[in-house]
């Protein structure tokens, strides 16, 4: 079954960095555009960004343009989120979803927490 594995959150400082992983498996994972949303608290589901199958095209939201960097390994079947100059407002439960605009399959998040 389709099963997608954050990794990677945790505490850091505003302006500091952190780095998800998101494991994915059954499904042929180069197939298949990616995508990573947050949710803060009180807050609805904030599309993040998203890539092309192949890696060859990548789009951010404008909160996140600039500092963040969305990536992948095909030959690992691994999704990445590269965040610098993390800001508070950044702080929220970060999900990897199988599709792009169209998601069928959810990872369980992991939490990112930007605070000094």
């Known amino acids: 079954q389709v099963q997608l594995v954050e990794s990677g959150g945790g505490l850091a400082q505003p302006g500091g960095s952190l780095r998800l992983s998101c494991a994915a498996s059954?499904?042929?994972?180069?197939?298949?555009?990616m995508s990573w949303a947050r949710q803060a608290p009180g807050k609805g589901l904030e599309w993040v960004s998203g890539?092309?199958?192949?890696?060859?095209?990548?789009h951010y939201a404008d909160s996140v343009k600039g500092r963040f960097t969305i990536s992948r390994d095909n030959a690992k079947n691994t999704l990445y989120l590269q965040m610098n100059s993390l800001k508070p407002e950044d702080t929220a439960l970060y999900y990897c979803?199988?599709?792009?605009?169209?998601?069928?399959?959810w990872g369980q998040g992991i939490q990112v927490t930007v605070s000094s």
């Open positions: 890539i092309y199958s192949d890696g060859s095209d990548t």
């Open positions: 979803a199988k599709g792009w605009g169209d998601y069928d399959y």
């Open positions: 059954g499904f042929t994972f180069s197939s298949y555009a």
